[in-house]
T-cell receptor, first 113, second 114 residues
Framework: EAQVTQNPRYLITVTGKKLTVTCSQN?????MSWYRQDPGLGLRQIYY???????DKGDVPEGYKVSRKEKRNFPLILESPSPNQTSLYFC????????????FGPGTRLTVT | TQLLEQSPQFLSIQEGENLTVYCNSS?????LQWYRQEPGEGPVLLVT?????EVKKLKRLTFQFGDARKDSSLHITAAQPGDTGLYLC??????????????FGKGTLLTVNP
């Protein structure tokens, strides 16, 4: 089954404690991205990757890091989480070259206290 | 700056009513997508429109892309409680090579009451 998986689905942590949210896709997609979704603000892109070893900032990259060492995996790293990073996070993947249809993971609800 | 204005933001209707959701922009898009998101889940693609003036139907849902590829609408006929969810539009702009920029509207939260 074609899918995007994320782990963990739920995470409660404390300020400053480094964490990683994993994302994996089995569709051989070149393009992967991370979004955060907040009430009233909608979906905002954090980082994206066009292919292995190629990453770039989205609209809200501050406080986040990513890496793309393998085509299927695109982890999101919060090295020093803060309460304003409490949010619902989605990983997505797509082919490149259009029409850019996104396949989303199930989401990770992160709470930073 | 919000590139994609989606309206209405909230919509609560009775089963059997018709409704239309709008997605407007001053930018031209290579393609425009509509997603539906249910609580606790990721958005799921409903349809993609690519050609100006294009109309696509998905059962009771009709999607239209504006002639200038700057706006789109989603019309639901005889809404059912199962249509309840957050509807998102997203516009894609090619930005050189295989790169692109996807911008989401803030969504329309639809509630269909039995």
């Amino acid at each position: 089954e074609a899918q995007v998986t994320q782990n963990p689905r739920y995470l409660i942590t404390v300020t400053g404690k480094k964490l990683t949210v994993t994302c994996s896709q089995n569709m051989n997609h070149e393009y992967m991205s991370w979004y955060r979704q907040d009430p009233g603000l909608g979906l905002r892109q954090i980082y994206y990757s066009m292919n292995v070893e190629v990453t770039d900032k989205g609209d809200v990259p501050e406080g986040y890091k990513v890496s793309r060492k393998e085509k299927r995996n695109f982890p999101l790293i919060l090295e020093s989480p803060s309460p304003n990073q409490t949010s619902l996070y989605f990983c997505a993947s797509s082919t490149t070259g259009g029409p850019y249809e996104q396949y989303f993971g199930p989401g990770t609800r992160l709470t930073v206290t | 700056t919000q590139l994609l204005e989606q309206s209405p933001q909230f919509l609560s209707i009775q089963e059997g009513e018709n409704l239309t959701v709008y997605c407007n922009s001053s930018s031209v898009f290579s393609s425009l997508q509509w997603y539906r998101q249910e609580p606790g889940e990721g958005p799921v693609l409903l349809v993609t429109v690519v050609t100006g003036g294009e109309v696509k139907k998905l059962k009771r849902l009709t999607f239209q892309f504006g002639d200038a590829r700057k706006d789109s609408s989603l019309h639901i006929t005889a809404a059912q409680p199962g249509d309840t969810g957050l509807y998102l539009c997203a516009g894609a702009m090619a930005s050189g090579g295989s790169n692109y920029k996807l911008t989401f509207g803030k969504g329309t939260l639809l509630t269909v009451n039995p």
